[in-house]
């Protein structure tokens, strides 16, 4: 595996680890004030395309294009842009207006580059 596609595995694996832990606090530790749905949504996304990354790398590990490479770098702030403004706001409050659109965004166009990059020719 060379050194990006571990970067990136790590990563990935970085974010699983950070989703099962915001898992667990919001199941025992954080007042939800009625908003469980909500962090639940971050949680799913964020657990999701954390373990998609994770695969992402094993791929680019053995298909070495850019568009693979940018594509889960893009994910990957796109979900810490969207499931992080979640568990702001569940947490604080406080809400940031375009950060979940924003995220959201970042992670359907890295979800395309990554296609496109498996799709392609070498």
Avoid at 30 to 36: A, I, K, P, S, T
Wanted: charged letters at 10%; aromatic letters at 8%; a positive charge.
């Amino acid at each position: 595996m060379n050194r990006c596609a571990r970067m990136i595995a790590f990563v990935a694996a970085c974010l699983c680890l950070l989703a099962v832990i915001l898992g667990a606090l919001g199941s025992h530790l954080v007042e939800m004030n009625g908003l469980q749905e909500t962090w639940d949504t971050g949680i799913r996304m964020h657990l999701f395309n954390a373990v998609g990354v994770l695969g992402l790398a094993a791929l680019y590990s053995r298909r070495d294009t850019a568009l693979l490479k940018w594509g889960a770098w893009i994910i990957v702030l796109g979900t810490l842009l969207f499931a992080g403004s979640i568990y702001l706001h569940v947490i604080t409050g406080m809400k940031i207006s375009n950060m979940a659109p924003a995220g959201g965004t970042l992670m359907m166009l890295g979800w395309l580059l990554a296609a496109v990059g498996l799709i392609r020719k070498a």
